[in-house]
């Protein structure tokens, strides 16, 4: 499967092969990747270029900024499977290429894991804060989905350890839980549409 992004607009992801070696991002009509809609985003905000076969990130002296996983871009980034691109108001999620011989093929080709009722509010709860319009938002916190669900913060502690080890989502801290939200969206465990309408039972 080849290197995509995928560019989180109102309605959905749009999918973006990867199949050159520039690709341009920004509100002008001449760019790659054309985000209109968004007013946080410079006529030429970004470009991700490939070298040796790995991709990188550059601002192209935008007004707000490009950020990779929360951090702000300073000159170039490199980037790798599953980081997240902050352009504006506007998240693009890099899905690397993978061959046959990749031992992660069959897990990025799986269907989703069977979850329980409780797992589910708690993947919808994570990635809740990720659909608010507001700019570089972050999964919800251990904190924040104990809130949420008005449980404690230990056992939605266990209920992230677990949803870890079936989505096969390894590291640690902020960046461990955006990518578990994007892997459980990827693979159709949730949707938008439930997380926008969501209201999880007591």
Excluded: C
Excluded at 98 to 121: I, N
Excluded at 145 to 159: D, R, Y
Aim: glycine residues 8%.
């Amino acid at each position: 499967m080849n290197a995509f992004l995928e560019v989180w607009r109102p309605a959905g992801a749009d999918l973006v092969p990867l199949t050159g070696d520039r690709i341009t991002v920004g509100r002008a009509t001449g760019n790659d990747i054309v985000l209109p809609d968004d007013g946080q985003v410079s006529r030429v905000h970004a470009v991700l270029e490939r070298l040796a076969g790995s991709w990188s990130v550059r601002d192209v002296s935008s007004r707000n900024g490009t950020f990779v996983n929360g951090n702000r871009v300073s000159g170039e980034a490199r980037l790798g499977a599953g980081d997240e691109l902050r352009i504006g108001r506007t998240r693009i999620v890099l899905r690397a290429e993978r061959t046959a011989d990749d031992p992660g093929m069959t897990e990025a080709q799986a269907p989703p894991p069977q979850l329980t009722p409780r797992e589910r509010d708690v993947l919808i709860a994570l990635f809740k804060p990720m659909t608010s319009a507001e700019m570089f938002t972050e999964p919800a916190s251990t904190r924040q989905i104990a809130q949420a669900l008005w449980v404690s913060e230990a056992a939605v502690k266990q209920h992230l350890l677990r949803l870890y080890d079936k989505f096969g989502v390894a590291g640690d801290g902020e960046r461990r839980r955006t990518r578990l939200a994007n892997e459980a969206l990827r693979r159709g465990a949730i949707t938008l549409a439930e997380v926008r309408a969501h209201e999880p039972k007591g």
